[in-house]
């Protein structure tokens, strides 16, 4: 939290995602104290992820809904406005429409809680319907809600790919055959629903310093401020270069992050 405050950043987003990566765990940590640590260094928390398995209980040995509804609620006391998830791997064999069929029979029990917490649910682009063509909008009509959103990952649609937590340890789970997708067609037509972004850039699979790789990170801006996008650009690497490099990648990131909403704001 200090490096990302020296680095001149507003905001802070955590993860609780089990073994894999728990910054917090809301389970265990005390939410207030969460907040109130952030604040000591002059940071809001902008966002927790709590990405699980909606599809299938398909290799996991967690209550998918209880977990998600818990971290709406931890989000709530800890005064965090949204809260990130994924749909999960639809494993082969299964047709999309009884995998939408279980992710629609576990939201109808996790957005009443959201809806009673004022804490949104957030669905990144991170999964095999997801970073598919007209996924995130299928996923979005199961269940009606202005509760229900999209967290974009500007990188996760042309790596076409996700880690998953197995026995084995994390694997990409979706495989090479996944068609991949172009960041701004995932983007365009649910735009709308966006209310958190991970603003991240990759050069394959491997995520790199902002402006270094291969997303098209201003066209994505140019389609949330055309849509009346308001809410905060969550700059993300995946912890795979030195404490070092990613200080500097941090600094670089944000540069990058200002003068692409200033060439922005002067075009417009």
Same mark, same amino acid.
């Given at each position: 939290?200090?490096?990302?405050s020296?680095?001149?950043? *507003?905001y802070?987003? &955590? *993860? ?8 917090? %765990?809301?389970?265990?940590? %005390? ?15 902008? =966002?927790v992820?709590?990405?699980? $398995?909606?599809?299938?209980?398909e290799?996991?040995?967690y ?10 609620r ?7 406005p ?13 047709t999309?429409?009884?995998? &939408? ?14 809806? $009673?917490?004022?804490? /949104? ?15 995130l909008?299928?996923?979005? =009509?199961?269940?009606?809600? !202005?509760?229900?959103?999209v ?11 996700f880690m ?5 340890? /994390? ?8 068609p991949? =997708?172009?960041?701004i067609t995932l ?14 850039d990759?050069?394959?699979? %491997? ?9 098209n /990170? ?15 650009? =969550?700059?993300?690497t995946?912890?795979?270069?030195t404490a070092? *490099? ?5 600094r *670089?990131?944000?540069q990058?992050?200002?003068?692409a ?5 002067? !075009?417009?």
């Amino acid at each position: 939290m200090g490096w990302i405050s020296e680095g001149g950043f *507003e905001y802070i987003e &955590l *993860e609780a995602n089990l073994h894999w990566c728990n910054h917090a %765990d809301p389970r265990r940590d %005390d939410p207030v104290r969460m907040k109130e640590k952030a604040a000591r260094f002059g940071l809001r928390i902008s =966002s927790v992820g709590s990405h699980r $398995e909606l599809i299938t209980d398909e290799e996991v040995n967690y209550d998918a809904v209880e977990d998600i509804r818990n971290a709406i609620r931890w989000a709530r006391e800890a005064g965090i406005p949204i809260v990130v998830t994924g749909e999960g791997r639809k494993p082969k064999g299964m047709t999309e429409e009884v995998a &939408l069929a279980n992710i629609k029979k576990r939201l109808e029990k996790i957005l009443p809680v959201a809806e $009673e917490c004022k804490v /949104l649910l957030c669905f990144e682009p991170h999964g095999s319907l997801s970073l598919s063509p007209g996924g995130l909008g299928k996923i979005l =009509s199961l269940v009606p809600s !202005k509760w229900v959103g999209v967290n974009f990952d500007t990188a996760n649609p042309r790596r076409g790919n996700f880690m998953h937590p197995t026995s084995k340890g /994390l694997e990409w789970m979706l495989g090479d055959a996944l068609p991949q =997708s172009d960041e701004i067609t995932l983007l365009t037509p649910i735009a709308n629903h966006v209310r958190n972004v991970h603003f991240k850039d990759v050069v394959g699979k %491997d995520a790199v310093c902002l402006g270094h790789g291969q997303v098209n /990170l201003k066209g994505c801006l140019r389609v949330l401020y055309q849509n009346g996008f308001e809410g905060v650009l =969550s700059w993300q690497t995946e912890g795979f270069q030195t404490a070092q *490099e990613t200080r500097a990648w941090m600094r *670089e990131s944000r540069q990058f992050m200002i003068q692409a909403l200033q060439e922005m704001s002067a !075009k417009s």
